[in-house]
Structures are given as C-alpha cells and as structure tokens.
C-alpha cells in the first residue's frame, strides 16, 4: 500500500500535527512483545508500552482469542437493569489488586470517562450525606486528568485548557511536585514533600474546609513527566483530607497495574485513597476500558442513599463490554501467571541505574524515576519550549525506538516483559539519538 498525503487526508488525527504527518506519515503495521513496525519495513523498541498501556507486551494471543470467543458467544448485553456474567468476574478479579478497604468497581471506556465518573461519585456520595456544600474540587498544577470537560478543569497543562476557557467552575490548584532540590534524583526527593502536601491546608483555610469535595492527584504524575512526590507527600495529604473530611481521588490510569512494581501506587506509597480511577494497561490496550474503585465506605454510602431507587445516575452504554471485560480478564491472568508486577520491580533497579546514565548528556536537564518509569527533560538547542520533544520524538521514531513525549519531556515506561537486553537497547537508542541531536 502506498501511503500518500492524499489517502490519510480524511482521519483527523489525536495529538498530532495533522499536515505535518500526512506530508510524513509514520504508521504502525504490525506489532509484536516489545516491537513495532513500520510501514517502511523499520523495527522499533517499544519504549513507553505504546501509551503506558501495553503492558504485557503486544500480540498477547491470550487477549485477542479471549475477545473473539467472547464476541462469537455473546457479543453485547446493556448494563442498565441486566448484565452480562464477565464484568463481575473483572470486578473481582481487579478487587484483589486493590488496598482492602477498596471493593467496589464502575466501569467506563477510558481513563477521561473514568475522571468524569469519579467527580460525580464525589458529588453523589456528598449529596447522599447531605453534605451538598462541598463543590469544590481540587486538584494540581502539571496534572493531566484526561481530555473531557471534567479532566480539563481538573488538569494543569496550559496547552490542554488555553484553547477550550469553558471548563468547570469551583476548581482550586495546589503546587505540583516538582522541586529544583529534587533533580536528578532517583525514586522520591529528599526535599519538601511534607510542604509541598500542606499547599492543600492553604486551600482550606482559604475557602472552608466545609466547601470542599475532593482532592484528586495522579500519584506520581505521568503525562508532565515522571513528577515523583517527594518523601511523605502522599501520606501528608491523606491526614489532610481526613482531618478535614475531603476525598482523595487517585488517577492511576498510568501508575495502575504494575507500572511502580506494585499492583497501584496506593501500595508503593502505602496511602489509600477514598476513590481511584483507572484505564490503560487494564486491558493491555488491547480494548477500550476505564474503571473507578471506591472504598465500602463510599459505595455503601451512595447505595444506602438509594432508598430502593436508581443509586447512581449515570453509566455509558459501553459500560463493561463484554470484549473489554474479557480482555480485561485475560489481561488480569497474565500479570498474575507471569508474575509482571514482580518483574517490574525486580527490573527497575537496573533500569533507573541505565537510565540515569544518559545524565551528563548536554541537552538533558533532569531525569525522574520510580519502578518501571522514568522522564527525561530535553531542551535541545535553539528551539523553543515544547519543540524539542516534538523533534526527539519523531527523530527517534525512525531510529527504532518508540518513545512518548509530552512537552519536552520523554516517559520511559517498557513493557513490564520487557528484560535487561530491551532496557540496554532502549537506553542505547535514546542516547544517540540525544547525542546527534545536541550537536546537529
Ligand atoms: C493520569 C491520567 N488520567 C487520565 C488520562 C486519560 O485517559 P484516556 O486517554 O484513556 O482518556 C490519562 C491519559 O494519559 C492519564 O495519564
């Protein structure tokens, strides 16, 4: 097939420069464990599990046949008043991951869908208490929460909101986590993580406690760039919201299954939150899927609300498809047979060690990193903010190697089967690349 900017011209791509890729088209054929191909016959290294989603490695066969047999026995049912035998076994399946007190799962179609529904699980639990004051939702600068209205408002990337001012009122912004102290180091700085969570008291005592409904955070922030909270961030909040009777809200639609070395960020960091919201590698990528957990707490209280009645007005009509819940299934199996997460954590030491290797390079201003993630921060000469991961990113696209940039920072995340040799090539990759680009 010949690709020509006239056969792409009618697909409006996502996130893309569309005049720019379809005068220089970069398509994905076929794709295989850690490795892609391009249409021009180029092998690549998958270096960011595609978007922080394949997780267990592309082509999992496991997967696609579970959907195909799914499809051929029943290919959908509505979840409104009935259901289908496979979103429950899921739902199960996923509570076993979760902190103990976490017990309950919605199910929605991506990580965007999964935040909208967790803003309005808050607003239903504090309506079923009676406690309808609390509309304000806080949440952090540099977060990404999704592209729909409710992740918009809660999201603190500029290039994400300047363009679309129409977002949700009664939304405050603490600091995000990133600290010059902080640079270079691996897993959690050292410096103001205690500070850094009491940004959320300035809030409080600037608004009423009594005003405010949530506070969502992506534990360790993906999309600005590996942001790892320093020591005792997480902690810190979580007294703040119980001193206070706020919700913490966890997006770990990329820190979720496997991605720290541990099942969520909730047991790398020992913090659990009152609601999490999910996405991304449930699936392996290989089906559309979100969740949103809550805790016994929050689920009996919205449900015992109900008084006989619908307890929650809301759902998609893709709620819990039936491909998706046994590629989720599937999926599930597969981190529990080959043991992913511990591979995660057992590879992480020598991928943070490789990784950090790249310091010294000219153009590399930090690097962050926990379990199997890390971001490199590039500023490549004379080139404005923002253009220089844009440039790594296609560059290094064909050299073989896939990595995910946002702004100017790269996100490292390989696959969780992915072993020393992939981390020795990935690294190897992204330093030349690095290096020609420094000097071009
Ligand atoms: C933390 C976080 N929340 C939400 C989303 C949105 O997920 P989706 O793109 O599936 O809508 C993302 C996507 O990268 C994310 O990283």
Redesign the pocket.
């Known amino acids: 097939m010949q690709y020509t900017s006239n056969s792409l011209e009618e697909h409006w791509m996502p996130f893309t420069q569309n005049a720019e890729f379809k005068e220089n088209p970069r398509l994905v054929v076929k794709s295989e464990g850690c490795y892609m191909w391009d249409h021009k016959g180029g092998k690549l290294l998958d270096g960011s599990s595609s ?1 922080f989603n394949v997780a267990c490695g592309h082509g999992r066969t496991e997967i696609s046949t579970a959907v195909y047999e799914q499809l051929k026995i029943n290919d959908y049912t509505p979840h409104f008043q009935m259901g289908h035998p496979g979103s429950f076994e899921l739902a199960k399946m996923i509570t076993r991951l979760l902190p103990e007190e976490m017990n309950h799962v919605f199910f929605a179609n ?4 999964a ?1 909208d529904t967790a803003l309005k699980i808050v607003m239903a639990y504090n309506n079923a208490r009676g406690d309808n004051g609390r509309m304000r939702m806080v949440s952090r600068e540099r977060a ?4 729909n209205i409710g ?1 918009v408002s809660l999201s603190g990337m500029v290039k994400n909101r300047d363009v679309f001012p129409l977002t949700m009122p009664y939304v405050a912004t603490i600091r995000h986590t990133w600290l010059e102290e902080n640079k270079f180091v691996k897993g959690e700085g050292e410096h103001g993580g205690v500070e850094l969570a009491n940004d959320l008291e300035r809030i409080v005592q600037t608004y009423g406690a009594n005003t405010i409904a949530a506070c969502f955070v ?1 534990p360790i922030a ?2 600005t760039g590996c942001l790892v909270p320093p020591k005792g961030y997480l902690k810190r909040l979580r007294e703040i919201c119980d001193q206070y009777g706020i919700l913490l809200v966890f ?1 770990e ?2 820190t979720g299954f496997g991605r720290l070395g541990h099942a969520f960020a909730a047991d790398a960091f020992d913090v659990t939150p009152d609601i999490m ?1 999910m ?2 590698a449930i699936t392996n990528g290989a089906q559309p899927m ?1 969740a949103i957990a809550v805790t016994d707490t929050v689920y009996d209280t919205i449900i015992d609300a109900g008084a006989g009645a619908m307890e929650f007005f809301h759902g998609y009509t893709y709620s819990a498809h039936p491909a998706s819940c046994a590629a989720g299934i599937a999926t599930l199996k597969i981190y529990e047979d080959e043991k992913l997460f511990e591979n995660a954590a057992a590879l992480s030491e020598y991928f943070l060690d490789k990784v950090w290797t790249l310091q010294d390079i000219d153009v590399v201003k930090d690097i962050r990193g926990y379990g199997l993630m890390a971001a490199i921060d590039v500023a490549l000469p004379d080139l404005a903010p923002g253009v220089s991961g844009m440039t790594m990113q296609k560059k290094l696209f064909w050299e073989g190697l896939h990595l995910k940039f946002t702004g100017d920072s790269g996100i490292i995340a390989p696959p969780l089967v992915a072993t020393r040799e992939h981390v020795d090539e990935l690294v190897e990759k992204l330093g030349k690349g690095l290096k020609e680009a420094a000097t071009a």
């Not at 991506?110 to 869908?113: K, P, Q, R, T």
């Not at 990404?144 to 592209?147: A, I, L, Q, T």
């Open positions: 978007l991506s990580g965007s869908e935040i990404y929460h999704g592209v992740g992506e993906g999309s997006d639609v990329i919201t996405a991304k979100g």
